[in-house]
Antibody, heavy 126, light 108 residues
Framework: EVQLVESGGDLVQPGGSLRLSCAAS????????MNWVRQAPGKGLEWVSY????????YYAESVKGRFTISRDTANNSLYLQMNSLRAEDTAVYYC???????????????????WGQGTLVTVSS | SSELTQDPAVSVALGQTVRITCQGD??????ANWYQQKPGQAPKVVIF???NRPTGIPDRFSGSSTGNTASLTITGAQAEDEADYYC???????????FGGGTKLTVL
């Protein structure tokens, strides 16, 4: 079974740092691009960051660029999100998601997110 | 702000058909995906790459696209379809992923 399990969410003060982790299992981790997506309380989904299968290419939403760093450890099948200079508006459930672009023998130029982990809650407050 | 625009809320009578739309210039180039999220749960994909259903998703869910607008249609909506629905695709650069603001579907 393909599974993603996030951890590391916590209550942190504004300006503080936090590192989220995502343990992947049930698939060949190095073959898949990965992302972080977040959801503030009562709000919609917001894409945060992307990393290529080899880890060399990364992208960030403008709202977190320069403060967050995505990385991966293929040996340990793990995805990470280092969050620095945290702000109240970073308060959200953070989801680890796999980027998929092939299904049933067909591949498509635009990928989709599947599966989703259960999420980990980050609260930024004094 | 999102580069993909959705109506905040839509309602449908039980057993009737409802269409949820998503607009954005990038949809002229990239496929849209659709996710369903029920309260307290993580989202799950119901339509990927414009009009494909994952295994286990009922065939009352379908997707389509014309120009800059993608649509999710539920034919014969059921009570269990009441949820938030989000579209997702790429931005104009093709590098960043984007979500629509979400549509809350109420089944009456």
């Amino acid at each position: 079974e393909v599974q993603l399990v996030e951890s590391g969410g916590d209550l942190v003060q504004p300006g503080g740092s936090l590192r989220l982790s995502c343990a992947a299992s049930g698939f060949t981790f190095k073959n898949y691009e990965m992302n972080w997506v977040r959801q503030a309380p009562g709000k919609g989904l917001e894409w945060v960051s992307y990393i290529s299968g080899g880890g060399k290419i990364t992208y960030y939403a403008e709202s977190v660029k320069g403060r967050f760093t995505i990385s991966r450890d293929t040996a340990n099948n793990s995805l990470y999100l280092q969050m620095n200079s945290l702000r109240a508006e970073d308060t959200a459930v953070y989801y680890c998601v796999r980027d998929v672009d092939c299904s049933g023998g067909s591949c498509y130029p635009t990928g989709w997110f599947d599966p989703w982990g259960q999420g980990t809650l980050v609260t930024v407050s004094s | 702000s999102s580069e993909l625009t959705q109506d905040p809320a839509v309602s449908v009578a039980l057993g009737q058909t409802v269409r949820i739309t998503c607009q954005g210039d990038s949809l002229r180039t990239y496929y849209a995906n659709w996710y369903q999220q029920k309260p307290g749960q993580a989202p799950k994909v119901v339509i990927f790459a414009k009009n494909n259903r994952p295994t286990g998703i009922p065939d009352r869910f379908s997707g389509s696209s014309t120009g800059n607008t993608a649509s999710l249609t539920i034919t014969g909506a059921q009570a269990e379809d009441e949820a938030d629905y989000y579209c997702n695709s790429r931005d104009s650069s093709g590098n960043h992923r984007v979500f629509g603001g979400g549509t809350k579907l109420t089944v009456l």
